[in-house]
């Protein structure tokens, strides 16, 4: 979805390094969210924010950071990478009048 | 707990054939159902969505779904396969109910094969 859009789309980093991915949208949504997807294990849900001041820990948060800096932007950080973080990671935004997400074209991390 | 299952890790189907991907899903209170699609290097783009009312919803691209209650199914269907619709499907659920009604929890995907 273009109103979704992440940088970078492709990054590759060494274990050890501090990685930050961003996201931006401009579909005026209040929620966002950070999933990674990994071959056969379909989408799982790293953190999610409601607004900007509302932060809270998905399913797999450990080794994550995030900031909401404001409505429009959510970035997730890997404060030190490691190889088994090697994903494609998308953004998603939604309303909380609409029911579905909206998802970002990803981020293809590889952590060398 | 939410959950989904796809137990098809992949489909094949003829070019002009009707298709089906099976998802069953589990959760507590009353569920939002929802269907996305993935193309190679692509986001995930939303098919459909069952929220009430009728069983049978139609989406985009002629995709439509059938929710089953009493099997606590949502099949995803098409009359007549196109090759275009080769891509990665995935179902998700919603719970409701209780605390973490607001989270989607997603299927492992099924990737479907049109054979022309």
């Known amino acids: 979805d273009a109103d979704v859009t992440q940088t970078p789309r492709n990054r590759i980093t060494k274990t050890g390094k501090r990685i930050m991915l961003e996201c931006s949208q401009t579909?005026?949504?209040?929620?966002m969210y950070w999933y990674r997807q990994d071959p056969g294990l379909g989408l799982q849900l790293i953190y999610y924010s409601f607004d900007v001041k509302d932060i809270n820990k998905g399913e797999i948060s450990d080794g994550y950071s995030v900031s909401r800096q404001a409505q429009a932007k959510f970035s997730l950080s890997l404060e030190s990478a490691i190889p088994n973080q090697t994903a494609l990671y998308f953004c998603?935004?939604?309303?909380?009048?609409?029911?579905?997400?909206?998802f970002g074209p990803g981020t293809r991390l590889t952590v060398l | 707990a939410q959950s989904v299952a796809q137990p098809e890790d992949q489909v094949n189907v003829a070019e002009g054939n009707p298709l089906t991907v099976k998802c069953t899903y589990s959760?507590?209170?009353?569920?939002?159902l929802f269907w996305y699609v993935q193309y190679p290097n692509r986001g995930l783009q939303f098919l459909l969505k069952y929220i009430t009312g009728d069983n049978l919803v139609k989406g985009s691209y002629g995709f439509e779904a059938e929710f089953n209650k009493s099997q606590t199914s949502f099949h995803l269907k098409k009359p007549s396969a196109l090759v275009s619709d080769s891509a990665l499907y995935f179902c998700a659920v919603r719970d409701t109910s209780g605390a973490g009604s607001y989270q989607l929890t997603f299927g492992k995907g099924t990737k479907l094969s049109v054979i022309p």
């Open positions: 579909k005026g949504h209040d929620r």
């Open positions: 998603a935004t939604s309303d909380r009048r609409i029911s579905e997400q909206f």
């Open positions: 959760v507590s209170g009353n569920p939002y």
